[in-house]
């Protein structure tokens, strides 16, 4: 079944009068190695501009200046912390891992302490790197979390499934979940030029209509995890809300792209604001 535009309005709820940061989300991102620093940038502005409550960082030390130069509202944590990690672990809602974290040894130790230490009132959001490294060692793989949302495109999935690209029907898709998460706690948004989100519990699949080739640029599945980590942050984790977060990223992709040749992911995340507020205020809940 194709998403359609009112899961905008159904999910996207009006703020109340009478409410503060941390009833929208504390969300942690991991990520961010000495080589890739933008991509956890990135993923933080996607969750940030999509409304996120509080936001933590925890990366390679020297994209610190790189990050609060562009987003001074998101905290920073050294990934070498293990014990400051630890400890503020158990604080966060959501738990977003992966992008541009690398394969190198600190990249696996950051996998390890989310292993032993997300529990079962958490919504872990896996994607890029944390994807392929699940891959080569399927023990590094955290089944405590409350939701797992897995982000991965289409060679990153045939990694982790062992499923080829050609033969990712739905039917498949669905066994490698089952086989891989027998808790029946996972999601897959299995991102295409027509990205597919499927809920494991109950085998339903939504197709995301939207986005466009001016989209098929570094950084823009690292956004979209990131607001799909403040959507569940904000709004619950179930799938009509990764359908929302899925959708509203490639509407604000299709929106640009009208005039531009290609969708930087930085220009995408900094429309969000203006159009959550524009289906927000469709939202009558509190009418």
């Not at 905290?75 to 604080?91: C, T, V």
């Not at 607001?227 to 929302?244: E, H, M, N, R, V």
Request: proline share 3%; net charge neutral.
């Amino acid at each position: 079944m194709k998403i359609k535009a009112d899961i905008l309005e159904q999910v996207i709820k009006p703020r109340k009068s009478a409410s503060h940061k941390g009833n929208y989300g504390k969300i942690l991102l991991i990520g961010g190695s000495s080589h890739y620093g933008g991509a956890i940038i990135m993923a933080a502005e996607g969750a940030l501009n999509s409304g996120a409550g509080l936001l933590c960082v925890a990366t390679h030390n020297l994209n610190v200046t790189a990050l609060h130069s562009r987003d001074p509202e998101v905290m920073f944590i050294d990934w070498r912390d293990e014990a400051g990690l630890k400890q503020l672990l158990p604080q966060m809602d959501i738990v977003v891992c992966g992008m541009g974290l690398g394969t190198e040894t600190r990249s696996i130790k950051c996998m390890e302490l989310l292993r032993d230490n997300i529990n079962n009132e958490q919504t872990l959001v896996l994607d890029a790197s944390a994807l392929t490294l699940i891959s080569k060692n399927k023990h590094l793989l955290p089944y405590n979390a409350k939701a797992i949302i897995l982000t991965p495109h289409q060679m990153e999935w045939q990694r982790l499934s062992e499923i080829r690209i050609n033969y990712q029907n739905d039917a498949a898709n669905f066994e490698a979940l089952d086989t891989l998460f027998p808790q029946k706690n996972a999601y897959l948004v299995l991102k295409s030029n027509h990205t597919k989100i499927y809920e494991q519990k109950n085998h339903q699949v939504l197709e995301n209509p939207l986005g466009n080739p001016g989209m098929a640029t570094g950084g823009m599945g690292d956004t979209l995890a990131g607001i799909i980590g403040s959507f569940c942050g904000q709004f619950t984790t179930k799938l009509d809300t990764i359908a929302a977060a899925v959708y509203l990223h490639s509407l604000a992709g299709d929106k640009i792209f009208q005039e531009n040749y290609i969708v930087r992911p930085t220009k995408l995340s900094a429309s969000l604001p203006e159009l959550m507020k524009k289906y927000g205020e469709n939202n009558d809940e509190n009418d």
